[in-house]
């Protein structure tokens, strides 16, 4: 099993634990995980498996206090990211939750997502 099935049962513990294991939460993501055919291998719909494939300059921006999806998945994605030789940029926000719920977080995500694009984009 490879690190897309690492990745992806990371994040189904993660929603048993802090949900519980018979959540609707838990089921919703185990089956998402799993397909509608319950046959889909986690390594086929995982983000980090397929960074070679990424064509353009990825922002990855996440709450360090975020409580729906733990800030690990991010990082696994900027790691998979760099490794395969793109360009990506992680800014984690502390303080930060799932809703951008602070307005310290919400103009700190503007304002990083501003500079990313003034970088990134060119006039033609």
């Given at each position: 099993m490879g690190e897309g099935w690492v990745e992806g049962?990371?994040?189904?513990?993660?929603?048993?634990?802090?949900y519980g294991?018979?959540?609707q939460s838990a089921?919703?993501?185990q089956k998402a995980m799993a397909g509608s055919d319950?046959?889909?291998?986690?390594?086929?719909?995982?983000?980090?498996?397929?960074?070679?494939?990424?064509?353009?300059?990825?922002?990855?921006?996440?709450?360090?206090?975020?409580?729906?999806v733990?800030?690990?998945q991010s990082r696994i994605m900027d790691?998979?990211?760099k490794a395969a030789g793109k360009q990506s940029k992680l800014i984690q926000l502390r303080g930060g939750d799932h809703?951008?719920?602070q307005s310290k977080t919400r103009i700190r995500t503007l304002?990083?997502?501003?500079?990313?694009?003034?970088?990134?984009?060119?006039?033609k």
């Amino acid at each position: 099993m490879g690190e897309g099935w690492v990745e992806g049962l990371l994040f189904w513990r993660y929603q048993q634990q802090t949900y519980g294991i018979n959540s609707q939460s838990a089921a919703y993501w185990q089956k998402a995980m799993a397909g509608s055919d319950g046959k889909t291998s986690l390594e086929n719909i995982s983000p980090a498996l397929h960074a070679k494939n990424v064509t353009a300059p990825v922002l990855l921006i996440h709450g360090k206090d975020d409580t729906v999806v733990p800030i690990a998945q991010s990082r696994i994605m900027d790691r998979a990211l760099k490794a395969a030789g793109k360009q990506s940029k992680l800014i984690q926000l502390r303080g930060g939750d799932h809703w951008l719920s602070q307005s310290k977080t919400r103009i700190r995500t503007l304002a990083e997502t501003g500079t990313f694009l003034r970088q990134h984009l060119q006039e033609k």
